[in-house]
């Protein structure tokens, strides 16, 4: 989990995952909005925070993944429920527990919260990829670092043939510092180079030899 801890007003609730406004992808549509309001392909977004959660349909049931926490087993949850199951989209069981992968963003024209979630393996691939990132962004320049991205589209092999999964484009790192939101400097990182010291620094004598 990635998390910004600045923001009190994004707290984490157990039983909810939708924040502000929720987005979606479609493949051959694009990023839309739930109502199905096309987002701005040019929009720069500031990732908040990712997280987990599982979903039960249908319900929903739901359990999101609290800071320093570890959710439970799905395959223990849907061992308990007892089938058949209900048929999923390729009519065949599908297990009601699944894992979310979720997506938190600021979009800085509206000013609002959008939520991205899904349990699709686009999903998992458009925030895995983001967090891996993130993790190195976080070591070369700060722990509270965070990513600016557009959203975009990716080809995706299936096995129905091509298609393609959403991503998000990192356009850069930005920093609260000084109660400002900032580019993080791309001139110094975390790993700062120390030169070595001369053989006068560390003897104090300035004496030639």
Known sequence: MTALTRLPALKIEENRIIKGVLIKYVD???????????????AQLLVLLTTRALMRWPGPEVIVQQPGTELPDPKDLNDAIPKPWPLGLDGKES????KEFVAYLLDFVELMILTFHNNTIGAARCICGLEDRWDLARAFYAADVMPLVKLGEAPFPTAYGMRKRPIFEIDGWRRFTDGALRVADQRTTALEVVEPKTLAEVTGDTVPY
């Open 28 to 42: 051959n549509v694009g990023w839309t909005r739930h109502d199905g309001v096309k987002l701005r392909p040019d």
């Open 95 to 98: 297990p009601p527990w699944k």
